[in-house]
């Protein structure tokens, strides 16, 4: 089994392999997809969609870089192509809250708090332009380096800086004029 710099799977080259790297960076991944769609259930939509095509170009993989950014640069493609076909709907989290089983004890107007922050950071998220939208969740989300983050989008790493300084200003002037802190 080959393994990348930080012990991972690196190459998907049998569905042990595919298996392995759905065991190891399946939380990161659908975390992006979760926070990129506005949805869960889109989320695991297409994180089967990312591991399938990973599977079906798994001849093209080569280990030139971390095999997250090359899920992450597959599940970026997919929410892209989402995005074109219909207009992209974030579904508020207190939609998905509400019917999510569990509860850890905490109080309600501590969620209530948490849940108006994400709302209002999703809101801040939408009124950023996409680039900036899609370098900011690759970044926070995926766990990318900024090196890795110019690779996924295509552009270059002086771009892809560019794209977060630019979209975190914006995301602190727009929270700041609705209280929330940035």
Not at 55 to 83: C, M, Q
Not at 104 to 129: D, F, H, I
Request: charged content about 30%; hydrophobic content about 35%; glycine content about 6%.
């Amino acid at each position: 089994m080959e393994r990348n710099r930080e012990g991972l799977p690196s190459e998907p080259s049998s569905e042990a392999r595919i298996g392995e790297w759905v065991l190891a960076y399946g939380c990161r991944l659908r975390g992006y997809l979760w926070a990129a769609t506005g949805s869960p259930d889109d989320a695991d939509e297409l994180i089967q969609e990312v591991f399938h095509r990973a599977w079906k170009s798994r001849h093209r993989y080569r280990e030139e870089g971390k095999p997250l950014a090359y899920l992450l640069r597959i599940a970026d493609r997919l929410v892209i192509d989402r995005a074109r076909r219909r207009s992209a709907m974030t579904v508020p989290e207190e939609t998905w809250r509400a019917v999510e089983p569990g509860d850890n004890g905490e109080p309600p107007w501590v969620r209530l708090q948490r849940q108006e922050a994400t709302r209002a950071l999703e809101e801040a998220m939408n009124q950023l332009s996409p680039i900036q939208r899609r370098v900011l969740l690759l970044k926070y989300y995926g766990d990318l380096t900024f090196a890795e983050i110019a690779e996924v989008v295509g552009c270059p790493l002086n771009t892809a800086l560019s794209h977060a300084r630019r979209g975190l200003e914006r995301l602190r002037q727009v929270l700041a004029t609705t209280g929330e802190r940035p």
